[in-house]
């Protein structure tokens, strides 16, 4: 059985790539696009409920547009689904990502001017060049340069990356300051250091890293994993995740949060991993 969350098919369509794999009318080498505004909802069906979201400048393959949606496969992760046909724009290479836990976007270089947008971090900009403290996007919006980093100038620990988004408010499927959850939060923070990252927990489960081997202590940056759930170690016996029990991205004690989940009849740790930037 496929996984319908990596697998660009839907019966009408699907990738070229699939050819004599899937029963599909049309097999189509798709169309690149970006992301277009801020967030967007990465749906399971036209209309229907979210199942990740993904930030502006991300590159997607869309692979049929039908009644205001498009069926497409997203470049970071190969996560598959709908996204509202109006959020996407032309391909075009990005230079910069956001850096900063949030920024806003401005229609002139002043932050004296209305914004016109909030952006999150790991958002991909193209920068076409500076007027004082801003950036400016090929749009023509304007970002302080401040929060912005060169692609490919990667950070090198995702648990300060993780931090930066400390109190940020819990949402399922979220993918954004304004709302994250658990495996939103680790991807951030994994992508942020240029490592590839699977978008759900249990993907980033099978996906990531190698199993402590028996007498290992857990380190900063290790992954804890329950069924359906994902956290960050920070330090001895402390966590950071994106939490539904104060529906916020928190620090928790690891024996602590073991035992709440146990007792909330969640089940135990299925594995901790250790990832390898780099």
């Not at 900009?125 to 340069?145: D, H, K, M, N, S």
């Amino acid at each position: 059985m496929r996984d319908r969350r990596l697998t660009p098919s839907n019966g009408r369509v699907a990738h070229v790539s699939l050819q004599g794999l899937v029963a599909a009318q049309n097999f189509v080498g798709g169309t690149w696009r970006r992301i277009a505004v801020p967030v967007a909802d990465i749906l399971t069906r036209p209309h229907g409920p979210r199942d990740r979201q993904i930030l502006m400048g991300a590159r997607v393959l869309v692979l049929e547009t039908a009644e205001g949606f498009a069926f497409i496969q997203a470049e970071r992760d190969r996560y598959v689904g709908y996204v509202r046909e109006e959020t996407l724009c032309p391909d075009a290479a990005a230079t910069h990502w956001v850096s900063a836990p949030a920024t806003h976007l401005y229609p002139e270089p002043s932050i004296k001017h209305r914004e016109i947008g909030l952006l999150s971090l790991g958002a991909r900009l193209t920068i076409t060049g500076e007027q004082g403290r801003f950036a400016e996007t090929a749009e023509g919006a304007f970002v302080p340069v401040r929060h912005l980093t060169a692609l490919g100038a990667w950070e090198d620990d995702p648990v300060a990356v993780a931090e930066r988004f400390l109190g940020t408010p819990y949402l399922w499927g979220g993918d954004s300051y304004t709302g994250i959850d658990c495996s939103g939060l680790v991807q951030a923070a994994f992508l942020a250091c240029g490592q590839p990252c699977p978008a759900d927990s249990d993907l980033q489960e099978k996906g990531l890293g190698r199993p402590l081997t028996e007498g290992e202590t857990p380190a900063r940056g290790d992954l804890v994993f329950w069924k359906g759930h994902v956290a960050l170690v920070s330090g001895p016996d402390r966590i950071l995740h994106a939490s539904a029990h104060p529906m916020a991205v928190v620090y928790e004690g690891l024996d602590a949060a073991r035992e709440r989940i146990r007792k909330a009849g969640e089940g135990e740790v299925t594995s901790v991993k250790r990832v390898e930037l780099g």
